[in-house]
C-alpha cells in the first residue's frame, strides 16, 4: 500500500523510527553484515520499501539505488535477484530511472536477462520498460537485446510472465 506523511506518522506512532531513519539503519546493516544471508535479507527489505513513492526522495538521499546495482554485480544469484528487484521496484519514477541511468545501470539490468533465476529475469523486463526513454533508447535497444527480448515474448506456453512484459516492452518500445 502506498503511503502518505499523515498516514506514516500514524503508523509510526510517537515513539517509532521515522522512515528515513528506518532505511539508513537497514542500510549501515548492509553495510556492516558479514555473511551473505544477512545481506539477502537486507536487501529484499529494502528492495520492498522501493515500490511506494513515499520512499523514493530517501531512496536516493540514502544511495539505496547504488546498492542496488552493486548488488547486481555480486556472484551471489539472490543479491542480484534482490537488487534488480529493487530497480524494477523504483524506476518508475523519472528521478530514481535518471539516477540508475546515470550510475550505469542499463547495462546491469541488461546483463541480468540472462539470468538462470527466473524472478531476476522478470525484474529485468520490467524495469528495462521503464528505463526505456528517448535519451536510453540507443543503449537499450540494441539488436542483442531486441533478440532477447523476442525469444521471451515468443515464449508464452513455457513462462505467461515473461512472454506478457516481453510483449509489452516490444509494444511500446519496438514495434510502436
Do not use: W
Not at 500500500?1 to 528506518?22: H, I, K, L, S
Not at 555473511?35 to 536487501?43: A, L, P, Q, R, T
Not at 508464452?156 to 512484459?165: D, E, I, K, P, R
Request: hydrophobic share 40%; with cysteine; proline share 5%.
Amino acid at each position: 500500500m502506498f503511503t502518505n506523511a499523515q498516514r506514516q506518522v500514524e503508523r509510526t506512532g510517537r515513539y517509532g523510527t521515522p522512515r528515513d531513519q528506518y532505511l539508513q539503519d537497514l542500510v549501515t546493516q548492509f553495510q556492516n553484515a558479514t555473511d551473505e544471508e544477512s545481506k539477502e535479507k537486507i536487501v529484499a527489505n529494502l528492495a520492498n520499501f522501493a515500490y511506494d513513492p513515499f520512499n523514493y526522495a530517501f531512496m536516493r538521499q540514502l544511495n539505496v539505488l547504488e546498492l542496488f546495482l552493486d548488488c547486481i554485480t555480486e556472484p551471489n544469484e539472490r543479491l542480484i535477484e534482490f537488487g534488480v528487484g529493487g530497480i524494477c521496484n523504483s524506476c518508475v519514477d523519472p528521478a530514481n530511472a535518471s539516477v540508475i541511468t546515470q550510475c550505469g545501470g542499463i547495462p546491469l539490468v541488461i546483463q541480468c536477462l540472462s539470468s538462470p533465476v527466473k524472478n531476476t529475469v522478470t525484474y529485468a523486463l520490467g524495469a528495462l520498460y521503464y528505463l526505456c526513454n528517448p535519451s536510453t533508447k540507443k543503449e537499450i535497444l540494441k539488436p542483442d537485446v531486441i533478440r532477447i527480448i523476442r525469444e521471451y515474448a515468443a515464449a508464452g506456453a513455457v513462462n505467461t510472465s515473461f512472454s506478457n512484459l516481453a510483449n509489452a516492452f516490444l509494444e511500446k518500445h519496438v514495434d510502436s
